[in-house]
């Protein structure tokens, strides 16, 4: 670099650590010293130590600090990292913080952020024997991602479960260098390490049941019980544990230690069920790290989050993660409400009593927030204690406190009967939790009927019918109200989330002491979707051993389902329509047989993310800044030097699915690159879902390929057709090649 650049650069930075400096949401003192992440500049070849060994990279990292240790006499070096950034975390004032700008090799200090794992609510055990992984079996059945390492970060794991067993888990591959902190680990669960500010005697052990959970859907193993058998997506794949949440919160420092790890040990599929809100790429540290595992070749799996029905509230927004929205099953635990007017409303409960306990006869309705009091409406415990609800059903609205608050209230005002009803931004979305007391949980439409029965009747009634586990709910799959929905705002207007899994009161493995506790319990969360993605991402690395990730990615994505079981565009728990899933759904339903086989896949090189990158513009400053700005983001996210004399816009990456916005002009094109992972001769035939109120018209309407890695490029060009709608209106379509046996789709986003 050029002494004048090298000047405007460091004339720039105070700017970068202001602009992450404002993410901090408490404001500080200045003597109070905190977490930081600080990337560094890729040291020169020809630096005086050793880089490659972990004792002269912990001195280098030493050598930006004031000092070895806090007053308090505990290190402050905290973390060095190896491969998921150029950098090291480490406790600090702000002021320290910010007078490590003059030093030469420093890029970006940014404070540790808080990340939440993604899962609804906390879950009560549901004593039901039924257990149906979703999707089906044919897969595992012909396929369980033997050999393949899937890296959990998460709360830890619980390795005597009999989900985690490993019979019949061949020895873990050759390649393999992760270690176990943890008795009972085996040849399931091969590695197990938990990070918690450099702490280096924190057991892995899960306290929470989160990591346990999503492992269990990941890859456990087969796990027979009474009525059913139990597995997750890759039986036979193993499980490496980076346990680096505590008290259902997780920190970027430790997450990034985590991951580090986790390429170190070479893991081939990497889970993360957690995340915060959007930021910009290269400040988002699940984003960075991620983008270093995927140069190793790792998949990485991620949640979209629990956002919705917010728009664009949504995680993990990088083209090189793959990001899983939650959709509900067909399987529903059902509590029917019948009213005093007859009418039927059929809700959910896991807590199904017996007639003999609870029988099935007319009670008073109870709606403690009729007058309009929003914490009685809620049931707060508080608004409750001066009414006599004995005997009675209590009406109250899902959500806004622990509804297991709720259940205390009512069960401490003598209710007989509880019925949760979802708010309109809840919809449709019911859990099938197991309550102290008899109870229901009803859609938003259903709590609204309640509501007017109630509104017109002087001495409302209802009772309870509870008719146990029940499949071929409809509409099934549809996408779940709490699913984080796009559109995306920090990655150039990608489509994210990129697909649905389950995600809606998933069954799995659950930790437990005692002998006679039950062995799975029901959770929901995007956490647990990406959990389903990941397993399959599994099999399909075991079946491709030689495939990149974003060969992965573009088979996960074009072969999901558009279309739910009965052939409809899948259906929106949250709108009550079907108008707008691809911002909730990505491409559609996860689905494993046909990710298997894709026959086309849209490839990603290394290169072209960075091309990508430099495209992205984050900031708005003007030239020459910005260019060197982009120099610096991007080298944060590529750990090198980038000259960002290539760049490309985000709708030019070879990503599997098409997102295109307008803006001024009224027509737009963008080229993709199909690759055959086919060995025979093949050819793809277009078919076209126009998006309203635009042309598409195709370069080619017909691929052939001949033999494997055959690669093939078409044009599409978008023109608006009729009138041109309002700014920011969202269109969509589908592009499909498909031949004699496959059909590969890519959703199509449209924004005007
Ligand atoms: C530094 O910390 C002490 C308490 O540890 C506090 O009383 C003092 O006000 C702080 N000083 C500044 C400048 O924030
Ligand atoms: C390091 O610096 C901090 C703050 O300046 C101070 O409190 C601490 O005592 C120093 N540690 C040593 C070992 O000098
Ligand atoms: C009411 O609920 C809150 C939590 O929502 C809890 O902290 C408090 O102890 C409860 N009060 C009573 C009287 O149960
Ligand atoms: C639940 O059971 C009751 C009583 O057997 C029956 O009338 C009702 O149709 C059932 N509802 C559902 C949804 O299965
Ligand atoms: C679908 O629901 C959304 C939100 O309720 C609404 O804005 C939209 O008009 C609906 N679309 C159709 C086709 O009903």
Not at 297 to 317: D, T
Not at 510 to 527: C, D
Not at 619 to 628: D, G, I, Q
Request: hydrophobic content about 40%; proline content about 6%; aromatic content about 8%.
């Amino acid at each position: 670099m050029q002494p004048l650049l090298l000047l405007l650069l460091l004339s720039v930075l105070p700017f970068v650590f202001l602009l992450s400096q404002s993410q901090l949401l408490l404001p500080i003192t200045n003597n109070q010293t905190q977490t930081y992440i600080i990337h560094l500049k890729d040291p020169a070849a020809a630096h005086p130590l050793d880089l490659h060994s972990t004792a002269d990279l912990k001195i280098w990292h030493a050598s930006f600090l004031p000092n070895a240790t806090l007053s308090s006499g505990e290190p402050r070096l905290l973390y060095s990292y190896r491969h998921a950034i150029t950098g090291f975390a480490a406790s600090l004032t702000p002021q320290e913080a910010k007078s490590m700008e003059s030093i030469q090799d420093f890029i970006l200090a940014c404070p540790d952020r808080r990340l939440f794992l993604h899962t609804t609510y906390t879950p009560r055990f549901l004593n039901l024997d039924e257990w149906t992984s979703a999707g089906g079996s044919v897969w595992e059945k012909s396929f369980y991602g033997e050999g393949a390492v899937i890296g959990v970060v998460d709360t830890g794991i619980s390795p005597n479960h009999p989900s985690f067993s490993d019979d019949g888990i061949p020895f873990p591959p050759i390649k393999w260098k992760g270690r176990c902190s943890l008795t009972g680990c085996n040849n399931k669960v091969i590695g197990a390490k938990a990070f918690r500010a450099g702490d280096r005697n924190v057991s892995p052990l899960d306290l929470d049941g989160h990591g346990t959970h999503v492992a269990g859907i990941a890859a456990g193993n087969f796990v027979r019980f009474a009525g059913g058998t139990a597995s997750g997506m890759a039986p036979k794949a193993h499980l490496a544990v980076y346990k680096a949440c505590f008290g259902g919160e997780c920190r970027d420092s430790d997450v990034l230690a985590a991951v580090d790890q986790a390429i170190d040990d070479r893991v081939s599929v990497l889970l993360i069920p957690l995340g915060g809100m959007p930021l910009p790429l290269y400040q988002d540290s699940v984003a960075v790290a991620s983008f270093a595992a995927v140069g190793k070749g790792i998949v990485v799996c991620a949640s979209a989050g629990n956002g919705g029905p917010r728009k664009s509230e949504i995680s993990h927004e990088a083209p090189w993660v793959v990001t899983a929205g939650a959709s509900s099953a067909d399987r529903r635990v059902i509590a029917t409400v019948r009213l005093g007017n007859g009418v039927d409303l059929v809700g959910e409960s896991g807590f199904q009593p017996p007639k003999e306990d609870f029988p099935t006869s007319f009670r008073p309705l109870a709606f403690p927030g009729i007058d309009g009091d929003p914490a009685a409406a809620n049931c707060h415990n508080r608004s409750l204690a001066d009414l006599d609800l004995r005997g009675k059903i209590v009406l109250c609205f899902a959500g806004d406190a622990e509804n297991t608050d709720k259940f205390h209230a009512a069960t401490n005002a003598g209710a007989a009967a509880v019925i949760l009803m979802n708010r309109r931004r809840h919809g449709f979305t019911t859990r099938s939790d197991s309550h102290d007391l008899p109870a229901s949980h009803l859609s938003y439409m259903d709590g609204r009927l309640l509501r007017s029965y109630i509104y017109s009747s002087s001495s409302a009634v209802a009772a309870l019918i509870f008719n146990g586990t029940v499949y071929g709910a409809r509409p099934s799959p549809a996408i779940a109200a709490f699913s984080s929905r796009g559109p995306s705002l920090m990655n150039g207007g990608l489509l994210k989330p990129d697909i649905i899994a389950p995600g809606v009161n998933v069954l799995s493995a659950w930790p437990s002491s005692a002998v006679s506790a039950p062995l799975f319990k029901f959770m929901s969360g995007t956490s647990m979707a990406a959990a389903h993605v990941a397993g399959v991402a599994a099999l399909i690395r075991k079946k491709h051993p030689r495939w990149s990730p974003a060969m992965i990615h573009s088979a996960l994505v074009t072969s999901a389902s558009n279309l739910d079981l009965d052939g409809n565009q899948l259906f929106d728990e949250l709108s009550y329509n079907n108008s707008g899933s691809l911002l909730a759904a990505g491409a559609g339903q996860l689905h494993p047989a046909g990710a298997m086989n894709p026959g086309l896949v849209y490839d990603i090189e290394r290169k072209h993310f960075l091309h990508y990158l430099c495209g992205l513009g984050y900031s708005s400053t003007e030239l020459p800044y910005r260019r060197l700005f982009l120099m610096t983001q991007v080298r944060v996210i590529a750990k090198q030097m980038v000259s960002c004399d290539k760049s490309m816009g985000a709708e030019e990456l070879n990503y599997p699915s098409i997102s295109v916005r307008f803006g001024s002009s009224p027509e737009k094109a963008v080229v993709r690159t199909a690759k055959s992972v086919r060995k025979r001769s093949t050819v793809y035939w277009a078919r076209i879902e126009e998006p309203k109120g635009v042309r598409m018209d195709l370069s080619r309407y017909e691929l052939s390929f001949s033999r494997a890695n055959q690669e093939e490029s078409f044009e599409i060009k978008f023109r608006i057709q009729g009138p041109r709608p309002g700014r920011g209106h969202v269109s969509q379509g589908r592009l499909s090649w498909v031949s004699r046996t496959r059909v590969v789709s890519s959703p199509i986003l449209i924004i005007f």
